[in-house]
T-cell receptor, first 112, second 113 residues
Framework: DQQVKQNSPSLSVQEGRISILNCDYT??????FLWYKKYPAEGPTFLIS?????DKNEDGRFTVFLNKSAKHLSLHIVPSQPGDSAVYFC???????????FGKGTLLTVNP | KAGVTQTPRYLIKTRGQQVTLSCSPI?????VSWYQQTPGQGLQFLFE???????NKGNFPGRFSGRQFSNSRSEMNVSTLELGDSALYLC????????????FGPGTRLTVT
């Protein structure tokens, strides 16, 4: 049972344009969400997070939006850069249980 | 400051054998979590240790076990290896037990033949 879903296995965008990565979840008890970025041969790196009490969190070029009613979150990268090319994982957690449930990831390719 | 270290980086074992993987956290980090990454299932949580105690456990069979030492280093063990255990095993560390923001190591690539 996939509680966190990233339905797009891959996404390709042009340098300078916006990248939008999507994530859906089924467990309404999730109340904290994170995005990780992973380069080949490296472990995932924390990127940005959002609590369920917010609907938007911004950090430089990265913005995460949360739509609780739709159980959907998205990561916007503006402007996209070739160095952003990586696999992006969405993760969720609930309550005092800090165990992270991950999606399967989306491979983002930013073309120069 | 040095990052999370995992050893070995690559390992090949045969079915039925057992394997032990090691994770050394960032200095000052006391929580260690283990994840299994496979192409079909993505990243799946195995277990979390803090102060030498297992705090959380994922849905994996008892063949998967772990422990944490007083210096916060952690090991995970898989006994009676199966072909399906072939995966990238990642450990993630954080300063406290109650932290969402974890720092991952590069992983150990285990291949079971």
């Amino acid at each position: 049972d996939q509680q966190v879903k990233q339905n797009s296995p891959s996404l390709s965008v042009q340098e300078g344009r916006i990248s939008i990565l999507n994530c859906d979840y089924t467990n309404s008890m999730f109340d904290y969400f994170l995005w990780y970025k992973k380069y080949p041969a490296e472990g995932p790196t924390f990127l940005i997070s959002i609590s369920s009490i917010k609907d938007k969190n911004e950090d430089g070029r990265f913005t995460v939006f949360l739509n609780k009613s739709a159980k959907h979150l998205s990561l916007h990268i503006v402007p996209s850069q070739p160095g952003d090319s990586a696999v992006y994982f969405c993760a969720a957690s609930r309550g005092s249980n800090y165990k992270l449930t991950f999606g399967k990831g989306t491979l983002l390719t930013v073309n120069p | 400051k040095a990052g999370v270290t995992q050893t070995p980086r690559y390992l090949i074992k045969t079915r039925g054998q057992q394997v032990t993987l090691s994770c050394s956290p960032i200095s000052g980090h006391r929580s260690v979590s283990w994840y299994q990454q496979t192409p079909g299932q993505g990243l799946q949580f195995l277990f979390e240790y803090f102060s030498e105690t297992q705090r959380n456990k994922g849905n994996f069979p008892g063949r998967f076990s772990g422990r944490q030492f007083s210096n916060s280093r952690s090991e995970m063990n898989v006994s009676t290896l199966e072909l399906g255990d072939s995966a990238l095993y990642l450990c993630a560390t954080s300063m406290t037990a109650n932290s969402y923001e974890q720092y991952f190591g590069p992983g150990t690539r285990l291949t079971v033949t």
